[in-house]
């Protein structure tokens, strides 16, 4: 009787066990969800001055946001890790390198959102110095291009930044508008500094983006 209680008891433990496995193995892997913001000030000006052609009303500071929480940072956290990737103009910035706290960089990619499916192998992510940011803040370098003519900051089709964020995670961003509800056609009138953009965080740790 022993014997038969034992080799029942085992039969059940590995009918259980083949059925846990068998459950594990049906849940499906769900895909990251792109999200998109909108209209997020990035130090945004309060007007012109009409002698020196100056921007006025802006503060200096970032906007600092963090893309696992989907949500802005609080500038007093500017020395955290709270955030990763900060916009104030032009300039985008990101948590890492020897002048921030966190393990962030970047990687100015080539090609399509969508095509960006994983990090690529080769990326090799730069980190904000004191002598130069991650992502280039000049025309036709980063994510965008000026055009002194008109005034106008557009984003360059087919630009992804690829970030590495403050705790070491992976994400995809695309800057959709530089314009205060992303105009299609923005006119030197058009409010600046506002960033619509859209992007994937991946919270696994893995390098996939999709």
């Not at 008891?9 to 792109?34: G, H, N, Y």
């Not at 994937?200 to 999709?210: A, C, E, F, I, R």
Request: one cysteine or more.
């Amino acid at each position: 009787m022993k014997i038969t209680y034992h080799v029942l008891l085992i039969t059940a433990s590995l009918a259980t066990t083949i059925a846990c496995k068998k459950e594990d193995a049906a849940q499906p892997v769900v895909p990251v969800q792109a999200q998109t913001v909108t209209n997020l000030p990035a130090d945004p000006t309060t007007g012109v001055n009409p002698t020196t052609g100056q921007p006025l009303g802006t503060t200096g500071k970032y906007t600092f946001y963090n893309l696992r929480d989907n949500k802005t940072v609080a500038n007093t956290d500017s020395a955290s890790n709270k955030w990763d990737i900060g916009f104030r103009g032009t300039s985008v910035i990101i948590n890492g390198g020897p002048i921030r706290s966190g393990q962030g960089g970047a990687y100015v990619y080539t090609g399509t959102f969508e095509q960006l499916t994983t990090v690529p192998t080769s990326a090799t992510f730069a980190q904000d110095q004191t002598s130069g940011l991650a992502i280039p803040a000049v025309s036709g370098s980063g994510w965008y291009n000026y055009n002194s003519s008109t005034n106008i900051v557009t984003p360059i089709p087919g630009r992804v930044l690829v970030i590495r964020t403050g705790d070491g995670k992976y994400a995809k961003l695309e800057v959709l508008s530089y314009y205060e509800n992303a105009p299609a056609a923005p006119v030197a009138t058009s409010r600046s500094r506002f960033y619509t953009f859209r992007y994937v965080y991946q919270p696994d740790g893995s390098t996939k983006l999709n």
